[in-house]
């Protein structure tokens, strides 16, 4: 039995990166070996164990053969017999084929290490294919680290496209890896990708060019529900559901990219009824916080919006006693808080 660490930790420990967890490869071991040595099994499709001590996850080296549509199409082959190089070989990108013994000694049977010294994404074989999510996955690798895609990968994922493979991709995946390279560096660039591999018609028909605002949302380290806002941006209401609909989105990002929508309209309001209905909209009085990532999105998507007279306004309508006019009389009780709050909205505004 011999042990590896693979993939990513060891593309990063190259580049000098930090390193938080390592994933291990097992080679020449079976299930039943593992669990003697008291490594306790946790892989569903193929045979995964966490380490009884680090609880790091240690995986028996496997081959996989396609038999299907998408991400569920393939056979697994977990045997005491796969070499290191196979395991290595089913891999994505040859800067994630690499590996390191127990003693620290590098094995790198693909050019992993030439490829991350010159800055160039290439798939490990024609196996690449057989995963359209890797198409999304070599876009964030673009947009994390700014590497330039291989001539021959490059085709393969147009390939992938016009095949019709890249239609089987699974929703929850698309989002995992779409969210990750939001929130990388150059999240601009993973768009600049999946455009040119004739993914984004397909997967992001909606979507406008919102280079310039994706930058400055980098530059302000906005959160991911505000970054997908900002991506939204300008998007009707019915879009944005389609667009959420298809990637899976999460509800967090969803609503802040609706929210956007349906109040888009009435930011640059100036008459007391006008902002507080936006107010309203954006439940902005009991959701505070989520308001605030609104205007964000606002401002990092339209630079020269004015916002003053929103946040005096959403100010003057909180500061309304609603629990007070509610106990003065159980009759037309939103009625009177909502024209309370126009009337401290309008006085506020008064004041210039």
């Not at 984004?200 to 060019?209: C, F, G, I, S």
């Not at 401002?299 to 007279?309: H, I, K, V």
Request: glycine residues 6%; contains cysteine; aromatic residues 6%.
């Amino acid at each position: 039995m011999k042990k590896y660490v693979v993939g990513g930790v060891v593309r990063d420990e190259l580049l000098g990166l930090p390193v938080a967890d390592r994933d291990w490869v097992v080679v020449g071991a079976t299930p039943e070996d593992m669990v003697h040595q008291g490594f306790r099994p946790v892989g569903k499709d193929f045979p995964v164990f966490l380490h009884p001590e680090t609880h790091e996850e240690y995986a028996l080296a496997r081959t996989e053969r396609k038999s299907g549509r998408g991400y569920k199409g393939f056979t697994v082959y977990a045997a005491p017999d796969v070499t290191l190089e196979a395991d290595l070989a089913r891999r994505d990108l040859t800067i994630n084929a690499m590996a390191r013994d127990e003693s620290g000694r590098l094995i790198d049977p693909y050019g992993g290490e030439k490829d991350l010294r010159e800055g160039v994404l290439r798939h490990v074989s024609e196996a690449f294919e057989e995963d359209p999510v890797r198409i999304l996955r070599v876009a964030r690798f673009v947009a994390r680290f700014g590497f330039r895609i291989a001539p021959e990968t490059r085709a393969l994922m147009r390939r992938m496209v016009d095949s019709g493979e890249a239609d089987h991709l699974v929703a929850e995946r698309v989002w995992q890896e779409f969210a990750r390279g939001l929130m990388e560096p150059h999240p601009a660039r993973m768009l600049e990708v999946l455009a040119e591999c004739g993914l984004a018609p397909r997967l992001l028909p909606e979507l406008k060019n919102e280079r310039a605002a994706l930058e400055r949302a980098v530059r302000a380290d906005a959160p991911l529900p505000v970054r997908f806002a900002v991506l939204a941006w300008g998007l009707e209401e019915a879009e944005v559901r389609s667009l959420c609909e298809r990637l899976r989105a999460p509800n967090e990002d969803l609503e802040l990219a609706l929210i956007a929508s349906r109040c888009r309209p009435l930011l640059s309001a100036r008459a007391p009824r006008e902002l507080l209905e936006l107010l309203k909209r954006a439940d902005a009085i009991r959701r505070p916080e989520r308001f605030a990532q609104l205007l964000d999105a606002v401002r990092l998507a339209e630079p020269a919006a004015d916002l003053s007279r929103v946040e005096r306004a959403l100010a003057a309508a909180a500061a309304v006693d609603a629990g007070a006019i509610a106990r003065e009389s159980a009759a037309d009780i939103g009625a009177r808080v909502d024209k309370a709050r126009e009337e401290a909205i309008a006085k506020v505004l008064a004041k210039g």
